[in-house]
């Protein structure tokens, strides 16, 4: 029962802290879920699993754009939305846009692509509405997000860890197993290549405060997840667009395995 609780207690914290990720990058307009960071049950639960990874994690080699997992500081975020709440939507239009091509930083995976081809692109989004579906997943109309969106994509990664975990309480080895395989496959091939890089550029767009201390956390977790996979750090992949090209300079580009 103990190596259970070993091997769980690092799940369910990063399952706690995609969750906050994921609900952090919700578009505020939908302030229903957005609230959920305000909730002081969530927030207690958040605080202590970075508390838990940040006492647990190793210091690791970085890949470009991440940060350590001992800079875990999700207090910083509560504390900066805390100052930002009234003026949080008009900063997610300045810095997301209205569409996925039209803010200074986008949030989807595919925006950071080197490869324009629209067939490409839609072989991309083919393949991580499979990942979805074969875990009887499907966005829902009214999330208003693609299926690459940051958003979603850290939701998705809440999932698998809550599926594991639960396969391991249940002791099926076998289910876990499918669970942490998947995870490693999408975090390899659609959030760990281009989502540092993406936090890196988003501490340059925004103004200081809230999504500025996101884009921290989300380097920081992303570090954490990609080490507890075994999985080595990102090199170069992306060509960056005009409008990214400093800050996607200063920190190598996008990644890949």
């Known amino acids: ?7 769980l207690a690092p799940l369910l914290a990063r399952r706690e802290l995609w969750l906050l990720v994921s609900t952090a990058f919700v578009d505020p307009y939908h302030r229903q879920r957005f609230a959920m960071l305000r909730d002081a049950e969530f927030r207690r639960r958040v605080l202590g699993s970075a508390a838990l990874l940040a006492q647990e994690a190793p210091t690791i080699v970085l890949g470009p754009g991440e940060v350590q997992p001992k800079e875990l500081s999700p207090q910083r975020l509560f504390d900066a939305l805390e100052g930002a709440w009234p003026t949080v939507e008009a900063t997610y ?9 039209s803010g200074v930083c986008p949030a989807c995976e595919v925006e950071y692509e080197p490869n324009p081809d629209i067939t490409y692109r839609s072989q991309r989004w083919a393949d991580i509405a499979g990942f979805y579906q074969a875990f009887g997943l499907q966005v829902s109309g009214r999330a208003g997000e693609r299926l690459d969106h940051v958003s979603l ?12 975990a639960a396969a391991l309480q249940e002791d099926s080895q076998e289910a876990a197993e499918t669970c942490r395989e998947a995870r490693r496959t999408f975090f390899a091939e659609h959030v760990g290549w281009w989502l540092p ?29 990609r080490d507890s996979l075994g999985l080595p750090p990102f090199q170069l992949r992306c060509v960056p ?12 580009g996008c990644m890949s395995p």
């Open 1 to 7: 029962m103990n190596t259970e609780r070993l091997e």
């Open 93 to 101: 239009r300045q810095v997301f846009g209205i569409t996925a091509t």
């Open 153 to 164: 994509q850290a939701e998705f990664l809440y999932v698998l860890l809550a599926k594991e």
């Open 197 to 225: 890089a993406f936090s890196r550029l988003l501490s340059r767009a925004a103004p200081e405060g809230f999504y500025q201390e996101l884009a921290a956390l989300t380097a920081s977790l992303s570090a954490a997840e």
């Open 241 to 252: 667009r005009p409008a990214q090209d400093q800050a996607l300079a200063d920190c190598s």
